[in-house]
């Protein structure tokens, strides 16, 4: 009893790790996310570091450093999340599931048009 006890707690604590697609495209969208919001300040602190006096040249330096890190980090994670999965049937069910993905595909779209 015992034992069947042990298998059965071992098997739900095994099964509550396991991710799903649902789950990992959510935490996918919160990364995609994100990055989405660091991306103004990315932009500031780069245009920052290479104008003004060498003190604030040197501090936009600093957290710009800080920032990238932070969204080579946040790439890698999601890097390793779709190395899970069909690349296409992943971008797939993000694309239906995930309103950042959706509001990124449709500025893409309209800087295509613009192109034109």
């Not at 994670?77 to 797939?92: R, S, V």
Request: with cysteine; proline share 1%.
């Amino acid at each position: 009893m015992k034992k069947l006890i042990l298998i059965t707690l071992i098997f739900v604590v095994f099964s509550s790790c396991s991710t799903t697609m649902e789950s990992d495209a959510k935490k996918a969208c919160e990364l995609i996310a994100e990055t989405a919001e660091l991306m103004p300040e990315v932009i500031e602190l780069g245009l920052k570091s290479s104008f003004g006096d060498e003190e604030s040249k040197k501090e936009s330096y600093k957290k710009l450093s800080k920032v990238k890190s932070k969204m080579e980090s946040m790439a890698l994670e999601l890097a390793i999340i779709n190395k899970k999965y069909n690349e296409h049937e992943f971008q797939a069910y993000l694309s239906d599931n995930c309103e950042t993905v959706k509001n990124l595909k449709e500025i893409g779209e309209a800087l295509e048009g613009f192109g034109d």
